[in-house]
């Protein structure tokens, strides 16, 4: 049981907008910890996508954004593409646990 | 070009304890703000956060694992080592090392990341 939570699947059509959704708690994001996202491509290490909850490294595509909002976040994938099908995950810290946590992650199919 | 790649055994036995390689090039753990850390996965699961070693030698661990876990870092060789002891088969996964993303984040994320290395726990 993850201290985020994370749908385990969303799917979209081609060119479509989906939204992933990170649920966390007072410990966490509820106490203005920053969410960070990453995305997983099949047999690949994490690859970071968002960080700071609205911030994007370099060379990552404006298609991706994400928003923090009371003790969630949320990522945005819009113009959903064939190669943007991989597995999502949000983290933050938990000040409870004194550490980094991870969501339990997301499915992203691309239909 | 920050990189790390991750070495270490592929197979242990239940009850031995795991000892991993982070080699690193293109930043030095002995700059202030700089930070190395280890996740792991198992199969088809998510992601988990083990440890983190800052530039100063501030360690933080996973609270679940603490009592199993080292880490500690070698300067002039550009590497961390991570040791888990009492290996059990539910420690079966892969075990990325990641370089922290430097700035005032508490919480930071990992902005590079090894390939990672897949350990098998069986007798």
């Known amino acids: 049981q993850s201290v985020l939570t994370q749908p385990p699947s969303v799917s979209g059509a081609p060119g479509q907008r989906v939204t992933i959704s990170c649920t966390g708690s007072s410990s966490n994001i509820g106490s203005g910890y920053e969410v960070h996202w990453y995305q997983q491509l099949p047999g690949t290490a994490p690859r970071l996508l968002i960080y700071a909850n609205t911030n994007r490294p370099s060379g990552v595509p404006d298609r991706f954004s994400g928003s923090r909002s009371g003790t969630s976040a949320s990522l945005a994938i819009t113009g959903l593409q064939a190669e943007d099908e991989a597995d999502y995950y949000c983290q933050s810290y938990d000040s409870s646990l004194r550490g980094l946590v991870f969501g339990g992650g997301t499915k992203l199919t691309v239909l | 070009q920050i990189t790390l790649k991750e070495s270490g055994p592929t197979l242990v036995k239940p009850t031995q304890t795991l000892t991993l390689t982070c080699t690193f090039s293109?930043?030095?753990?002995?700059?202030?703000?700089?930070?190395v850390g280890w996740v792991r996965q198992p199969p088809g699961k998510a992601l988990e956060w083990l440890a983190l070693?800052?530039?100063?030698?501030?360690?933080r661990y996973s609270p679940s694992l603490k009592s199993r876990l080292t880490i500690t870092k070698d300067t002039s060789n550009n590497q961390v080592v991570l040791s888990m002891t009492n290996m059990d088969p539910m420690d079966t996964g892969t075990y990325y090392c990641?370089?922290?993303?430097?700035?005032?984040?508490?919480?930071?994320?990992?902005?590079?990341w090894g390939q990672g290395t897949l350990v098998t726990v069986s007798s």
């Open positions: 070693i800052y530039w100063d030698d501030d360690r």
């Open positions: 293109g930043f030095s753990l002995s700059t202030i703000g700089v930070g």
């Open positions: 990641a370089h922290r993303l430097e700035g005032g984040l508490v919480g930071a994320p990992f902005d590079y």
